[in-house]
């Protein structure tokens, strides 16, 4: 399973922006899929996550409401659309699939990453 994420850049405070991560290697659609994000300094820690089909997902406390997570199964690739962005938000922004399809926070239960992508918000 190759992840390939993009959509990362420079944005003002209250702007947006939408990253998606494409899929390639196998069939999409078996595996739950994950956000997450690891800011200089800190751990790496879980933003969103979506089942296999995309009816539940699962989100952080500090980003709900501002984030969507959301997936196209026929173009192989999962969404985050991030809304009123902080300067806390700033981090590299790596997807992850989960091939036993559960929707969990924790990193270690995902076994594929993408190389990450750089989203910096400046106040």
């Known amino acids: 399973v190759q992840l390939q994420a993009s959509g990362g850049g420079l944005v003002q405070a209250g702007g947006s922006l939408r990253l998606s991560c494409a899929q390639s290697g196998r069939t999409f659609s078996n595996y739950a899929m994950g956000w997450f994000r690891q800011a200089p300094g800190k751990e790496r820690e879980f933003v969103a996550g979506i089942s296999r089909s995309g009816l539940s997902v699962n989100y952080a406390n500090s980003v709900k409401g501002r984030f969507t997570i959301s997936r196209d199964n026929a173009k192989n690739t999962v969404y985050l659309q991030m809304n009123s962005l902080k300067p806390e938000d700033t981090a590299v922004y790596y997807c992850?699939?989960?091939?036993?399809?559960?929707?969990?926070?924790?990193?270690?239960?995902?076994?594929?990453w993408g190389q990450g992508t750089q989203v910096t918000v400046s106040s």
């Open positions: 992850a699939a989960d091939r036993d399809g559960r929707v969990v926070p924790n990193s270690y239960e995902y076994e594929y």
